[in-house]
């Protein structure tokens, strides 16, 4: 089973309405539509071909599978698009890659290659009696040969399970789904700030950590690897049951033995999977290229392909701070009083602003403060961020709080609907809507800096906010314009927090005039 923070209600503004397959389109960008081949909880796979306007490096004589978005909700789109982008990154023979992508009827899509194996939990894990066990063993190796290829990109899986593992026609694994891909330090020598609290995954794959709803890394993946291994061999998953009882025994339990299951084990197998089955991520085995180097081991076996080089390191765990700490709680209750504040992290590269911010965002899954973190960007895309590109997270929530409910929709957006319709299109939908009064380049800034405060002082009175903005310095102007109002005006008789970090040296003029409490 899996789960998954996000509201799954089907709301006209807040979740696009089903397609039903009579509804379906019979051609998606340059490909014509054969036939469906599978559903999703949001999504339907697509077979096809491609027409005579397609890119000449897809064979005409060739099949396509296309996954498109049918009944989704914010966050499901989110994932979609967080599944394309990860993709178009990813080269690596053991990663399915994205031939075209596009959007038909406000409905994203994707085309990859179409391959007819199986999945990985299709007589391979658990494994069938007529497979041996050093064929699954192979397979494991590539698996983890391109979870190193992954990891050192600085991306986590966060989903690894058998039916997300294609096998190729050739044998070779296919890692698929990155849907739920998030960001870790990786290679960039700097924290990545996430949501926390979301729980992701699947439950009887989960580690201990993601089932707690902290910060991921790499290690999460190896859990869950382990537990696929320990499955092809046992037969099983190291833990059985009901979902609540299973995310238990992740956390608390031990993983049983493999040699209680199958008494054959070598030795050396069973100390792999017990050193990735370990609770505390860092007694756990360490890197994917160690995994690969172990069952290159144990098969006398060597890939054909150079192992990555490992270019990051994990996070050490939060110690001191103690005071800025105590400050943020101070934050967080005020804000659940309705004393809102806003709180600015400065210091200068590397000092730790990411991560204070992080251990703030954990205290807030006891509050009864909604986390949302603000879209992130760089130096190298800060000058080129569209309006309003770091916010448009926090609007979306706010569309899904309304959904399909009229009192929440006049009450939240009203009239204002008609000028947020051009950053979140499902509100051209709602019955408020109304195309804005033409104004100027100023004046129309002005007006939607209003709106929003407007807006978001509407919306906390019934969901209390913490909003995290990571490096606030490389953030769009139009978004630093609108936080510095909200502070200015309405913040301190609502429930909102606003948690922001900001390097020194790079402050803008208009982070200077935000009226910040600094812990």
Not at 75 to 82: P, W
Not at 351 to 363: F, H, I, Q, S, V
Not at 470 to 494: F, G, K, P
């Amino acid at each position: 089973a899996q789960f998954h923070a996000a509201s799954r209600e089907g709301h006209m503004a807040g979740k696009h309405r089903a397609l039903g397959t009579e509804a379906l389109p019979t051609r998606l960008g340059t490909f014509d539509i054969v036939e469906v081949i599978g559903h999703g909880a949001s999504s339907v796979v697509l077979r096809a071909t491609p027409n005579d306007q397609a890119d000449t490096f897809i064979p005409q004589d060739s099949q396509v599978a296309i996954k498109y978005l049918t009944d989704f909700s914010a966050a499901q789109l989110q994932s979609f698009r967080r599944e394309i982008e990860v993709l178009r990154r990813l080269d690596h023979p053991g990663i399915v890659n994205i031939l075209a992508h596009g959007v038909s009827d406000s409905r994203p899509w994707y085309a990859m290659p179409h391959y007819s194996g199986p999945t990985l939990d299709q007589g391979w894990v658990p494994r069938r009696s007529d497979i041996p066990l050093r064929d699954v063993l192979i397979k494991f190796r590539y698996i983890a040969e391109t979870l190193a290829f992954v990891h050192a990109q600085g991306l986590v899986h966060r989903d690894i399970k058998p039916a997300n593992v294609l096998v190729k026609d050739d044998s070779l694994p296919l890692l698929v789904d990155f849907g739920f891909a998030g960001r870790f330090s990786g290679s960039s020598s700097r924290e990545q700030l996430a949501s926390g609290g979301d729980l992701i995954g699947t439950i009887a794959y989960i580690a201990p950590e993601q089932a707690l709803g902290h910060y991921v890394d790499a290690r999460a993946d190896l859990y869950s690897l382990g537990c696929m291994l320990y499955q092809a061999i046992a037969g099983e998953t190291p833990f059985v049951g009901a979902g609540e009882e299973v995310i238990s025994l992740h956390i608390n339990q031990p993983a049983p033995r493999l040699r209680f299951a199958d008494a054959s084990v070598e030795p050396r197998l069973e100390a792999l999977v017990a050193r990735l089955l370990e609770k505390d991520p860092r007694n756990r085995i360490g890197y994917a290229v160690d995994v690969v180097r172990e069952l290159d081991e144990l098969l006398t076996y060597a890939g054909e392909t150079p192992l990555p080089s490992v270019n990051y390191v994990y996070q050490p765990r939060f110690y001191g701070r103690r005071p800025q700490l105590n400050a943020l709680q101070s934050a967080i209750s005020s804000a659940e009083s309705s004393s809102g504040l806003g709180v600015l992290i400065m210091g200068a590269s590397g000092a730790g602003k990411t991560r204070l911010a992080m251990e703030a965002t954990r205290e807030t899954a006891d509050s009864a403060l909604k986390l949302v973190v603000a879209e992130s960007t760089s130096r190298e895309h800060s000058r080129s961020s569209a309006p309003l590109s770091a916010l448009q997270g926090l609007i979306s929530e706010m569309v899904e709080y309304c959904g399909d409910s009229s009192p929440r929709l006049a009450e939240v957006f009203g009239e204002r609907a008609g000028i947020f319709a051009a950053y979140e299109p499902r509100l051209v939908d709602v019955p408020t809507f109304a195309e804005p009064q033409p104004l100027g380049p100023a004046d129309a800034r002005d007006r939607l800096v209003r709106c929003f405060a407007e807006s978001v002082s509407a919306y906390a009175r019934h969901v209390p906010l913490c909003l995290v903005v990571d490096d606030l310095q490389w953030v769009d102007e139009t978004s630093v314009a609108c936080l510095v109002y909200l502070m200015e005006r309405h913040i301190n008789a609502l429930p909102v927090l606003i948690i922001a970090t900001c390097r020194e040296e790079e402050q803008s003029f208009h982070i200077e005039r935000l009226e910040t409490r600094q812990p």
